[in-house]
T-cell receptor, first 113, second 116 residues
Framework: KQEVTQIPAALSVPEGENLVLNCSFT??????LQWFRQDPGKGLTSLLL?????REQTSGRLNASLDKSSGRSTLYIAASQPGDSATYLC????????????FGAGTTVTVRA | DAGVIQSPRHEVTEMGQEVTLRCKPI?????LFWYRQTMMRGLELLIY????????DSGMPEDRFSAKMPNASFSTLKIQPSEPRDSAVYFC??????????????FGNGTRLTVT
């Protein structure tokens, strides 16, 4: 069964600390992996998309890495701010599932001022 | 780019009533997805359209659910009759025409449905 797991389910850090969010997947045969942010009552905002051939993607304070062999991706958020408080979801497009995205349950982040 | 537009944002209805949710994908995107999100089950794919044609509706929970995409810029998800267990947030998402497998998915803000 192709699953996506995100640990921890929740995380609370003081402002300024770096955030490390983990995502694991069960099959290395993937097209890509996408990180999303979801604010309460809102939709999902795409943060980073890492193709299968890539090792990492960066956007501002965000950096996502991909290690297919170990089935892991990590989202790093540098110098966290209260505005980073949200739920972060990881989604994997497995080759066997073609167009479908398999979502993790998310990590809810609280950045304390 | 206005993004994926969904309406209404909130819908409260009584059990047994018909509910219609609407979606306008990003212009030029030819893949459209309907998802449902609940606390218990997370995000579930309900149906996927490509070039206005339903490709996979295996996620549609029951015959009470139906979806249409009459043209490239509009889709509807209908529930008839609605039940309290249908209460959830329904998201529409789209992705570009070329290289869809390698392109990011863009979500709307969702419709929060409450069936009493």
């Amino acid at each position: 069964k192709q699953e996506v797991t995100q640990i921890p389910a929740a995380l609370s850090v003081p402002e300024g600390e770096n955030l490390v969010l983990n995502c694991s997947f069960t099959d290395s045969a993937i097209y890509n992996l996408q990180w999303f942010r979801q604010d309460p009552g809102k939709g999902l905002t795409s943060l980073l998309l890492i193709q299968s051939s890539q090792r990492e993607q960066t956007s501002g304070r965000l950096n996502a890495s991909l290690d297919k062999s170990s089935g892991r991706s990590t989202l790093y958020i540098a110098a966290s701010q209260p505005g980073d408080s949200a739920t972060y979801l990881c989604a994997v497009r497995y080759r066997s599932n073609d167009y479908k995205l398999s979502f993790g349950a998310g990590t809810t982040v609280t950045v304390r001022a | 780019d206005a993004g994926v537009i969904q309406s209404p944002r909130h819908e409260v209805t009584e059990m047994g009533q018909e509910v219609t949710l609407r979606c306008k994908p990003i212009s030029g995107h030819n893949s459209l997805f309907w998802y449902r999100q609940t606390m218990m089950r997370g995000l579930e794919l309900l149906i996927y359209f490509n070039n206005n044609v339903p490709i996979d509706d295996s996620g549609m929970p029951e015959d009470r659910f139906s979806a249409k995409m009459p043209n490239a810029s509009f889709s509807t998800l209908k529930i008839q009759p609605s039940e309290p267990r249908d209460s959830a947030v329904y998201f529409c998402a789209s992705s570009p025409r070329q290289g869809a497998l390698y392109s990011p998915l863009h979500f709307g803000n969702g419709t929060r449905l409450t069936v009493t």
